[in-house]
């Protein structure tokens, strides 16, 4: 069964630094475009950056130029770097990735249980 994993979140000052990681596990044959979203108290989820599986990234305006997303293949991981974090960046964090289980099957997306991450002023 695969399986999505965040780690990395935590209680962090404005203008501070977090890394969140996301590890796959399970059988996986291969795994197409990652993403992190992120979901703040009383608001939709939002769409934080993406990862394709060619290194193409794509980043929401709020966090474009802090934040960077990076997949390491091999490791079957995603990483979301966040520099010069603002007390709005506080949220439940989710990793998301489009697997496939098998040959004879399509990509499904999965979704980690999230991680917080809290940001102070």
């Known amino acids: 069964q695969v399986q999505l994993v965040e780690s990395g979140g935590g209680l962090v000052q404005a203008g501070g630094t977090l890394r969140l990681s996301c590890l796959a596990s399970g059988i996986i044959v291969s795994i197409s475009d990652m993403a992190w979203y992120r979901q703040a108290p009383g608001k939709q989820r939002e769409l934080v950056a993406t990862?394709?599986?060619?290194?193409?990234?794509t980043y929401a305006d709020s966090v474009k130029g802090r934040f960077t997303i990076s997949r390491d293949d091999a490791k079957l991981m995603a990483y979301l770097q966040m520099n010069n974090l603002k007390p709005e960046d506080t949220a439940v964090y989710y990793c998301?990735?489009?697997?496939?289980?098998?040959?004879?099957?399509?990509?499904?997306?999965?979704w980690g249980q999230g991680t917080q991450v809290t940001v102070s002023s």
């Open positions: 990862v394709t599986r060619n290194d193409r990234t």
């Open positions: 998301n990735a489009d697997i496939k289980e098998s040959y004879a099957r399509g990509y499904v997306a999965y």
